[in-house]
């Protein structure tokens, strides 16, 4: 069974740092491409970050460019979201999403997704 385990989440204050950590089983995982992905209350769910296991091209919103860093450890079929100088608009469900073959970090083209990972900023 294809299996995507997000963790890593919790409550930080504006300023500080998270990782998050998306563990994968049940799939090729060099074939696959690994995106992160927020909701926040109300609103829609967003492409926060990808990357591609297989080259390790990357993706990031604008939102998140130089706060965020996404790595994939391949011997450990986990990928990582690094989230520094944290505001208050990232809070958010966070998730992991694996799509096979090219890197697109647009939701409705992953196929498996994990469990999310509560993230929250304070002031």
């Known amino acids: 069974d294809v299996q995507l385990q997000a963790s890593g989440g919790g409550l930080v204050q504006a300023g500080g740092s998270l990782r998050l950590s998306c563990a994968a089983s049940g799939f090729t995982f060099d074939d696959y491409a690994i995106g992160w992905f927020r909701q926040a209350p109300g609103k829609e769910r967003e492409g926060v970050s990808c990357i591609s296991s297989s080259d390790g091209s990357t993706y990031y919103a604008d939102s998140v460019k130089g706060r965020f860093t996404i790595s994939s450890d391949n011997a450990k079929n986990t990928v990582y979201l690094q989230m520094n100088s944290l505001k208050r608009e990232d809070t958010a469900d966070y998730y992991c999403?694996?799509?096979?073959?090219?890197?697109?970090?647009?939701?409705?083209?992953?196929?498996?997704w994990g469990q999310g990972t509560l993230v929250t900023v304070s002031s």
């Open positions: 999403a694996a799509i096979l073959g090219e890197m697109l970090c647009i939701d409705s083209h992953y196929e498996y």
